[in-house]
């Protein structure tokens, strides 16, 4: 792989990863408290510093070395979870929906953002390609994440919405899936089931959503 592609892409993809990574857990934190939890705020972990958010290894060094070895055809990083003590919610069992939604919500937010700031600068005249495709990157890593952490099984968020939805013996045996969860998960990626029968459909209706929604915003700029 060319040394400077590498750098050009890394100079792109920074900062939507960043926001991305930041606001999502943030809104974890921040949600948590909004229904009873404190454990993130009192550890400092509500907050849009991403130094606070981001794990040395799942972040960086995961990402790169993938991003090195595939030729950018295999991407997979994580951050330091936001702690949350879900018994210390109000309704424990239907507030962690909230808060585990919260997440993914912030992705499609975000996503949603970063197509009002390419419309904006088109209208704007502006053509510097690295802008556009920042704007790009954005709108892509979040509806990456927003999809990705949707998938129901734990520990991703939609695996404790599916707990948080079931009756509660159906919602015990999901919860034990947890501390094995993210090498079932991993497994998953690996062998192209999360890519072929979740990512790649729920991602073109996530972009329809969002094309749908800026369509005012495309047709002001024309």
Sequence with gaps: MDFSDLIQTVAIYALPVLFAITVHEAAHGYVARYFGDNTAWMLGRVTLNPVKHIDPV???LMPLLLYVATSGTFLFGYAKPVPV???NLR???RDMIWVALAGPGANLLQALLWGVLFYFLAGAGVTEP???KMCQA?????VVMFVFNLFPLPPLDGGRVLVGLLPYKQALLVS???PWGFFV????VISGVISNLWMRPLMDVTYTVIQTVLTPLAMLVK
């Design 91 to 93: 309704n424990p069992k």
């Design 185 to 188: 998960v991993m497994g998953l």
């Design 130 to 132: 690295f802008f556009i």
């Design 85 to 87: 003590q879900f018994g």
């Design 58 to 60: 799942g972040t960086i």
């Design 138 to 142: 954005g709108i892509l890593v979040n």
């Design 176 to 178: 034990r899936i947890e």
